[in-house]
């Protein structure tokens, strides 16, 4: 009899942007496929790991966060969300925002639930709900604006799901949600008991006049969110895999369970080395605004002189051209 791997693997393909990844290589191609900076992180921050590196850091942190790492973390979040988050209570620190986001899952999810995904979507959220043993239901955002039909949102919430997941700034479409959506999908979560899931790891990358909504701000919506983070598109560090689940303590004493069995824990000398950069100034996040404000508009220059159709982002570093003229079936071909 032959071996079968699970079930659940059917559901999904391998990532297709690592895909495109060995095809830009293979091809010699300009690779604008996947979500990566292309510079160095901060000099200060450099310094700070090879620093760690040489510190008495080299075996387990806490499995859910050294101490000093979730401390700044706390009072970062706190000065940007406007709500005060405790290190102790309120945080487990992962292996990047792609553990996080399946920790979330992973927390509130039982076999046989739902998950509300709004599409085009960060293609890892489709497989994360399967991983978890549950079904997702998609909501299409609908171009240029990526917003969302109320009425059509409202009838996937009437199948009553467990949660939503929201990205916000959105990967892939750029899409910034405004807090009236934001508050609307809370509405419609609380009348379903259903979780939101934020993925905010762009929070810091948005482009004015759109101004960016912590969802778990909001009243009545802190004890029922679970907000995924990360510090790898902020601070140019995606190698580091340093990520985070902000929730409520009940949330949280679930997550850690569920982190402590995938990973253990985030790397310990980068968690001290990352304390020096979740104290940067109000400056550091003013300029990195401003950079990713001039690359927008140097990239989407180009695609106006080459006569593409495409979609201006509202946040996030993601731009989608319409490929429709070139008479191809689908994107793949």
Partial sequence: MPFATAQRLAGFTESIIREMTRVANR???INLSQGFPDFDPPLELRKAAERALQGPYHQYAITWGQPEFREALAAKQSRFMGVPVDPDQHLVVTCGGTEAMLVA??????PGDSVIIFSPFYENYGADTILAGARPIYVPLRPPQFDFDPE????AF???PKAIVVCNPSNPSGKVFTESELRFIG???EQAGAFIITDEVYEHIVYPPHRHTYAAALPGLF??????????KTYAITGWRLGFVLA???IISGARKVHDFLTVGAAHPLQVAAVTALRFDQSYYDQLARDYTARRELFIGYL???GLSFVEPQGAYYVLVDISEFGQPDDTQ
């Fill in 105 to 110: 899952l992973m927390t509130v999810c039982n």
């Fill in 223 to 232: 004890n029922r969110t679970l907000t995924v983070g990360s510090l790898s």
């Fill in 187 to 189: 509405e419609l979560a």
């Fill in 248 to 250: 409520a303590p009940e």
């Fill in 27 to 29: 091809y010699g191609a």
């Fill in 152 to 155: 059509a949102l409202q009838a």
């Fill in 304 to 306: 106006q002189k080459a």
């Fill in 158 to 160: 009437a199948q009553r």
